[in-house]
């Protein structure tokens, strides 16, 4: 299997699985914070959200339309203040992001013969592809499924009140 059918699918199955790990989380939870630095669950579906629009499927594609063109920069830091995440429902982010996957999917899989080493050159991180994006889409779900398990694990420990060692640990 190529490389990118491969990431294709993992971004399929992660758009399936990140609504599976969210499910069944109470309010509280959703927004609960190990500390003041921290995102809430909430936080990250939603960051989820924004990065699927505004960053990587876009990304992507403007590198295979205008190739030797530098995108739009993006702050998605500042997204967390700027588009309210805290203040979002949580159910109803966890349903848009399923909607944005699947967009991204479809999108994907309409691309007929993409040329994945269409790039631009940045002036500070040089050459970005799109099959570097593609990649890093991928490796971002990753992190952020790791940060979803982490804060559950966290808020088990939070509400058993004692260490959770017995378990494993990290």
């Not at 936080?43 to 295979?64: A, G, N, P, Q």
């Not at 159910?91 to 269409?118: A, C, H, M, V």
Request: charged share 25%.
């Amino acid at each position: 299997m190529a490389l990118f059918d491969h990431i294709f699918e993992e971004l399929e199955r992660n758009g399936r699985l990140i609504p599976e790990l969210l499910s069944g989380i109470s309010d509280e939870q959703a927004s609960w914070k190990p500390n003041p630095r921290s995102w809430s669950l909430l936080e990250v579906i939603c960051h989820l959200i924004d990065e699927e629009k505004m960053d990587f499927r876009f990304r992507t594609s403007f590198i295979l339309k205008t190739p030797n063109t530098i995108p739009p920069s993006i702050d998605p830091v500042a997204w967390v203040q700027l588009h309210h995440y805290a203040d979002q429902d949580f159910t109803q982010k966890i349903g848009e992001f399923s909607k944005e996957r699947s967009k991204s999917i479809d999108w994907l899989r309409r691309l007929n013969d993409p040329d994945w080493n269409l790039f631009f050159d940045h002036p500070k991180l040089g050459r970005m592809t799109a099959g570097y994006y593609l990649s890093n889409w991928l490796a971002h779900d990753f992190l952020h499924i790791r940060q979803i398990i982490r804060l559950k694990f966290e808020y088990l420990e939070y509400r058993s009140g004692g260490n959770l060692n017995y378990a494993g640990t990290w």
